[in-house]
């Protein structure tokens, strides 16, 4: 039954550019794909551990620069009289590096934030993606600053003994992004199902008994962190590979909001959420252009979590789950008897 | 008393929280396979002498150490590891999961695979699974809430919950187990069943530490008692010295009757 839904929807999914011609909705799939992807890193900390990363999009935008910045080569002075000199490497190389340095930010922001919960890890990502954002900007020797990286190559795919294939075309790059979004979200699923994702679910339901029964809260959060991030820099590359331009605007604080946006709306902790958040808030100005100013559209959006909320309000995969898959008797815990009541009876 | 190897050697413990002294100068000992009750009234210290114990607190004096091992500055997952496990006052399960999965949290100490293999679903992840999901039926069967297996724990009653928390401590694999006011909620046949069930984890060659305020329970089940009054241990005994100590049955009636 489930595994039938799944292959219904992939099926559906890859079917789309085989009758979809625009080009407009097409780019519009594509990004919205992209950041779909970004969604579902998010929702990995967001939903499954209960930490919220509001300078997520850092990860998806060292992504796109190290991605972008591989594939181009740069040519930079450091301290002391070095150039650094890069030649330019095949974008796949770039694509594999963005999901390496991505992790390994995330797992130095989850060093950083760990050690303390609550409010902490909020502000250590909000504080590095701004200083991310500032680099970008400000190292203009490396990064072209507001000029921003341009040319980007698309992304090639080597073909042993044929060559490669360059990936120019809309319906290509729509391929690509479904796949690299399938694959994200087995491999989050794999993993929540998992007994890593188990201690997750531990620690954000009750992290005293979690850590009394042998989970290590550090190691465990950092893993996920690191999960998110390097699935985070991996979208960020299809980006620049796509869009191929990118600048220090990618590092934008909204874009985090969007994506926590998708993720709520669609419901933090199920896997399909932010799938169906992102398809919802990344296809809605394609809805509204008609008939809104891009400005005008936020306001839009606001109307429409709002809405969802208060129909669906655990997100809409969550509470429809729960109105017709599984009814759950949700009764809350019985009133603790009186200690001194309990027991008296009891012969000695 | 015949001699035991020690398991567990608090050593002049102390605990402050700023001004309120919660322990001062604790020292006992558990022997391997004992059954020891930690008593006392309200507020006397027991749960803050569980805390020291599981690394939740930091002493302000003296050590415990388990099996040979110091435990001053182990976080209590590293303490866990040791395979000496709690069990909690108030908070004793994951209320949104399911008691299976409550269960199978749990396990986390026997799950242990690497990352890649989980994510990949390669054999010997799927083998550790299916050992997994064979021990948490087992567990609940012993505990008997097989009828309660699949509802989120945070709907079962008070008496259940505790069931669970104890359950969940078990799947951890405890060497030792401290048990935080384990019948707190029970009504008189749980409490007695509960009995029964403490004495079969002990024939597991399991060593248990019971915070209780149920005295004919603990008189039933212990080999020894020690007293706690305002942080200060102040008597230490078999269950026959305790109930007979001039400065327990103060300390008791000094509090209010009808516990003792
Ligand atoms: N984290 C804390 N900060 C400050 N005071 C605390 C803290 N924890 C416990 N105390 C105080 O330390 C004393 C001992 O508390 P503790 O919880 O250990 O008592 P207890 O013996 O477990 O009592 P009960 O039978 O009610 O569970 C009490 O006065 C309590 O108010
Ligand atoms: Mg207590």
Redesign the pocket.
């Known amino acids: 039954m489930r595994a039938a839904v799944t292959i219904l929807v992939v099926a559906a999914l890859a079917s789309v550019p085989l009758w979809l011609r625009d080009p407009y909705l097409l780019n519009a799939l594509i990004t919205t794909g992209i950041f779909v992807v970004g969604a579902m890193s998010l929702n990995l900390l967001l939903g499954f551990t209960g930490q919220l990363s509001l300078g997520h999009i850092a990860f998806f935008g060292i992504g796109a620069y190290v991605s972008a910045l591989t594939s181009l080569g740069f040519d930079v002075g450091l301290p002391g009289g070095v150039r650094l000199v890069h030649a330019p490497w095949p974008p796949i190389a770039g694509f594999l590096l963005a999901i390496l340095v991505a992790g390994l930010c995330g797992y130095f922001v989850g060093l950083l934030s760990f050690r303390v919960r609550g409010a902490y890890f909020v502000i250590v990502t909000i504080s590095f993606a701004e200083v991310v954002r500032l680099v970008a900007l400000n190292w203009v020797e490396l990064t072209q600053g507001p000029l921003a990286l341009t040319n980007i190559p698309s992304i090639a795919l080597p073909l042993p003994g044929i060559g490669e294939l360059t990936l120019r075309t809309k319906m290509q790059n729509y391929y690509l992004v479904l796949v690299v979004a399938l694959v994200a979200y087995l491999l989050i699923a794999r993993l929540v199902h998992s007994h890593f994702g188990r201690a997750m679910r531990g620690l954000m339901e009750n992290e005293t008994l979690a850590v009394s029964v042998g989970i290590d809260v550090t190691r465990t959060l950092t893993l996920a962190a690191v999960i998110s991030a390097a699935i985070a820099g991996a979208a960020g590359s299809l980006y620049a590979h796509y869009i191929r331009i990118i600048d220090p605007e990618v590092f934008a604080f909204i874009n985090t909001v969007t994506m926590v946006i998708m993720v709520i709306s669609g419901g933090k902790g199920s896997l399909a959420g932010p799938v169906i958040g992102g398809l919802i808030f990344g296809l809605l100005p394609v809805a509204l252009r008609p008939v809104m100013a891009p400005e005008a559209q936020w306001i839009a959006y606001g109307g429409v979590l709002i809405a969802i909320l208060f129909v669906l309000p655990r997100g809409i995969v969550p509470s429809l789950a729960q109105r017709f898959i599984r009814p759950r008797s949700g009764a809350p815990a019985l009133a603790p008897v009186a200690l001194t009541e309990t027991g008296a009876k009891e012969p000695a | 008393m015949t001699a035991r190897s020690i398991a567990m050697n608090i050593e002049q413990v102390a605990v402050r ?2 001004g ?1 002294v ?1 322990i001062s100068d604790m020292s006992f000992t558990v022997g391997e396979g004992e059954i020891v009750s930690l008593i ?10 569980f ?1 020291v114990m599981t690394g939740f607190l930091t002493p302000s004096a003296g050590q415990v150490t388990y099996q040979g091992t110091t435990l001053t500055g182990l976080k209590p997952h590293e303490i866990a590891d040791l395979g000496l496990i709690r069990t909690f ?1 108030r908070t004793g399960v994951f209320p949104n999961d399911t008691v299976y999965d409550n269960l199978l949290i749990g396990l986390h100490r026997q799950g242990r695979v690497r990352l890649l293999d989980a994510i990949l679903g390669l054999p010997g992840a799927r083998a550790s699974e299916r050992r997994l999901r064979q021990r948490a039926s087992e567990l609940i069967e012993w505990v008997g809430l097989e009828r309660r297996a699949h509802d989120a724990a945070g709907s079962l009653s008070y008496g259940e919950q505790r069931l669970v928390g104890v359950a969940l401590a078990l799947a951890a694999e405890p060497s030792m187990l401290l048990l ?2 384990p019948v707190s909620g029970m009504n008189a046949s749980e409490t007695h069943r509960f009995v029964e069930l403490i004495r079969s984890i002990r024939d597991r060659g399991i060593t248990i530490l019971l ?1 209780e ?1 149920d005295m004919p329970m603990v008189m039933t089940v212990s080999d020894r008692i020690v007293v ?1 009054n305002y ?1 200060r241990i102040i008597a230490e005994g078999t269950p026959d010295v305790i109930r007979n100590d001039p400065a327990v049955i103060e300390a008791y009636l000094g509090h209010g009757a009808g516990r003792a």
């Open positions: 929280f700023g309120l919660a006392g009234p309200n507020g006397a210290g027991k749960t803050t002498a805390n006052q935080d006011e915070v305020h706690l942080g």
